[in-house]
């Protein structure tokens, strides 16, 4: 079994504590690799290492172009690392095989679209009221970033939090979930190999209250990007507010997938069913309430369960498997009574609703892909992130009380509407509380789209030019021209 280290100023680092943690494969059910469990002392030396970085190393003098073209080879590394690196995110998720080579693919493109932005961040100058004087402005990175990352996609998580925030010219220390850092630790060693210099990228692994939390307190943190449960999510944003650093959050979803009864119903069943079963439900997006017009609901709920029933659920290396297991032995549980707490507020069970069982199942972290009717959207199970293959079916009459049941959750990540009329498209997703609507598709995702969440799924945004802004201060600077300087004494702030 490999043990690795923390990568810290360009370099593997044992942890202070000689202390680790046993990292486990969800589908075999045993641990295959050790990380380190970090601590406070491990904490400091990343971040006074990404400090070194903007401060005196090569990257603080470093041309934006010359960024650039670090990021871009950093691309370059991924693909040619591309098969190595969606096997270790298997091994440490659960995840299919198919969609984890994707995602990595996904990742080198990333990379490619920030490196062409290194060189494109610019300031303005602006007409000032005032005469004799000039008003200028740049913007300049914020300085050292703290990334903090769910166990569901690391790689994806770090080239969308990191990618950006280099271009921007900032050095970052990312801690993955103590779930799945192996990619994240390997994936640091190949920058070096694309030139970054040491201290610019640093992963350290562990636990959120020994290593997360410190991190987050530390002052020489500038800003934190979390991608994570609401929960925790909550708890780092005030642990950064008491020093006033900026936050991004990428956090949970109850999201509305919203089939009207003039959808083409073929392509509706299949985005229901990606939009659930896809990741084995893992996902922020997941499409858990699935509301449907009542004039169709039997119909297509009938269409849905014959579709579902042959998710293959199996080992996700077989690219035969469309579901692998649940990532995590607690996720598992978590789901588990799930179903059991919609069992007893009276939904009804029509798909599922067991541990899955049969060939190809291993390591007991299984869960069949669930269906339920009967349920109303002030039940847990349709108020709750459950982040596993568990499906609500909900009736509605119009699109007014579609857009109501859409609405009434806490959380506002994305939803999906289907129909073939472009004006009801159009009006439901101008009233929907989501940072993303999917129109007659769901799940499809572009690095070149702005993605983030309304309400409690998050603050900020990531992906697309906008995510850039995120890790920037804009500076101004006036000036005068004239000869003589006013009295300036009587002017407001
Ligand atoms: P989590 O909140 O348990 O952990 C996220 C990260 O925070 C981990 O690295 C963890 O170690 C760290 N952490 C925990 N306590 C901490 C503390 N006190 N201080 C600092 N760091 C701490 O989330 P998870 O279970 O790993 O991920 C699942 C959640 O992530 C789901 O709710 C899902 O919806 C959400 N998610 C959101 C997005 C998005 O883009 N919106 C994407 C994927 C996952």
């Known amino acids: 079994m490999k043990t690795y280290s923390h990568w810290i100023d360009g370099q593997f680092v044992e942890p202070s504590s000689s202390a680790w943690l046993d990292t486990v494969?969800?589908?075999?059910?045993?641990p295959w690799a050790r990380i380190p469990r970090g601590n406070t002392?491990?904490?400091?030396?990343?971040?006074?290492?990404?400090?070194?970085a903007m401060v005196s190393g090569p990257w603080a003098t470093m041309s934006a172009t010359a960024r650039g073209k670090i990021l871009r080879r950093i691309g370059d590394v991924t693909l040619e690392s591309i098969?190595?690196?969606?096997?270790?995110?298997?091994?440490?998720n659960g995840k299919l095989l198919a969609e984890m080579t994707g995602a990595v693919k996904n990742v080198?493109?990333?990379?490619?679209?920030?490196?062409?932005?290194?060189?494109?961040?610019?300031?303005s100058v602006m007409p000032l009221e005032k005469a004799g004087m000039m008003g200028l402005t740049s913007r300049e990175p914020i300085g050292v970033v703290l990334a903090l990352t769910a166990w569901n996609a690391p790689l994806n998580f770090l080239a969308l939090k990191c990618a950006p925030a280099l271009a921007a010219?900032?050095?970052?220390?990312?801690?993955?979930?103590?779930?799945s850092s192996v990619s994240s630790l390997e994936f640091a060693a190949l920058t070096k190999l694309a030139g970054l210099p040491d201290g610019v990228l640093n992963v350290v692994t562990g636990l959120g209250q020994d290593i997360g939390a410190p991190l987050v307190e530390h002052p020489d943190v500038s800003m934190v990007t979390f991608t994570g449960s609401d929960i925790t999510g909550a708890n780092v944003y005030a642990a950064a507010a008491r020093q006033?650093?900026?936050?991004?959050?990428?956090?949970?979803?109850k999201s509305p997938n919203i089939v009207f009864a003039d959808a083409d119903l073929e392509l509706a069943v299949a985005g229901a069913i990606s939009g659930i079963f896809g990741g084995g439900g893992q996902m922020c997006t997941a499409g858990s309430r699935l509301l449907v017009q009542n004039s169709i609901k039997d119909h297509f709920t009938e269409l849905l369960v014959e579709?579902?029933?042959?998710?293959?659920?199996?080992?996700?290396?077989?690219?035969?498997?469309?579901?692998?297991?649940?990532?995590t032995a607690p996720q598992y549980q978590k789901v588990l009574e799930y179903i059991q707490i919609a069992h007893s507020d009276g939904a009804k069970c029509i798909l599922g609703g067991k541990p899955a069982q049969g060939p190809g199942i291993k390591g007991g972290q299984f869960v069949e892909p669930t269906i339920f009717t009967n349920v109303s959207n002030d039940m847990q199970i349709a108020q709750e992130e459950v982040f596993g293959p568990v499906l609500s079916i909900i009736g509605f009459e119009d699109e007014a009380h579609a857009i109501e049941i859409a609405n009434d959750t806490l959380y506002g990540l994305a939803a999906g509407v289907w129909t073939r009329d472009v004006g009801k498209l159009f009006r439901v997703s101008k009233e929907l509380k989501a940072g993303t609507v999917w129109g007659n598709?769901?799940?499809?995702?572009?690095?070149?789209?702005?993605?983030?969440?309304?309400?409690?799924s998050g603050i900020g945004r990531e992906s697309g030019v906008e995510a850039i802004n995120e890790y920037l201060e804009t500076k101004s600077l006036m000036i005068s021209i004239a000869q003589s300087h006013p009295l300036n004494i009587f002017v407001p702030r």
């Open 108 to 123: 080198a493109e990333i990379w490619y679209y920030y490196a062409g932005l290194a060189d494109k961040i610019e300031g």
């Open 441 to 456: 598709t769901y799940r499809t995702y572009s690095y070149m789209m702005p993605f983030g969440g309304m309400k409690q």
């Open 41 to 52: 002392a491990d904490a400091s030396a990343a971040v006074a290492a990404a400090k070194k």
């Open 169 to 179: 010219g900032c050095s970052v220390v990312i801690k993955p979930s103590e779930f």
């Open 83 to 92: 098969d190595r690196l969606a096997q270790l995110e298997v091994r440490d």
């Open 244 to 253: 006033m650093k900026r936050v991004t959050m990428e956090l949970g979803g």
């Open 25 to 30: 494969d969800p589908y075999q059910g045993e």
């Open 307 to 327: 579709a579902a029933r042959s998710v293959k659920v199996g080992d996700p290396m077989d690219s035969a498997t469309q579901m692998g297991p649940m990532s």
